[in-house]
């Protein structure tokens, strides 16, 4: 499965975006899915997931109580809405499926497919 991110821009201080991650082709409801980021040459940095089954969600300190991440089973689609954002929170954004873990999710880029690493999506927060 390879997934796509989208509905990244351009926002100020405070502001609120909110991501999409899709596919075609699969079920989104069978992965957990999680969402990283990354910035010109650091690592990249799982911030949410979500599991498959039960939708459990693990969120990583620097983003707990701003960002939520949510599944619409209807639309196929994971979503990463981002509330109060910060200029630290400018980056690429990816979605990413992991089929092997039942139940559970970890915000280690190990943990998932290495093919479903689609294009990302730029945030930029800045006034």
């Known amino acids: 499965v390879q997934l796509q991110a989208s509905g990244g821009g351009l926002v100020q201080p405070g502001g609120s975006l909110r991501l999409s991650c899709t596919t075609s082709?699969?079920?989104?409801?069978?992965?957990?899915i999680g969402w990283f980021r990354q910035t010109p040459g650091n690592e990249r940095e799982g911030i949410s997931c979500?599991?498959?089954?039960?939708?459990?969600?693990f969120y990583a300190d620097s983003v707990k109580g701003r960002f939520t991440i949510s599944r619409n089973s209807a639309k196929n689609t994971v979503y990463l809405q981002m509330n109060n954002l910060k200029p630290e929170d400018t980056a690429v954004y990816y979605c990413?499926?992991?089929?092997?873990?039942?139940?559970?999710?970890?915000?280690?880029?190990?943990?998932?497919?290495?093919?479903?690493w689609g294009r990302g999506t730029l945030v930029t927060v800045s006034s």
């Open positions: 990413a499926a992991d089929g092997e873990s039942i139940g559970s999710c970890g915000l280690g880029h190990y943990y998932y497919d290495e093919h479903s």
């Open positions: 082709g699969s079920t989104l409801d069978d992965y957990a």
């Open positions: 979500i599991s498959s089954p039960g939708d459990g969600t």
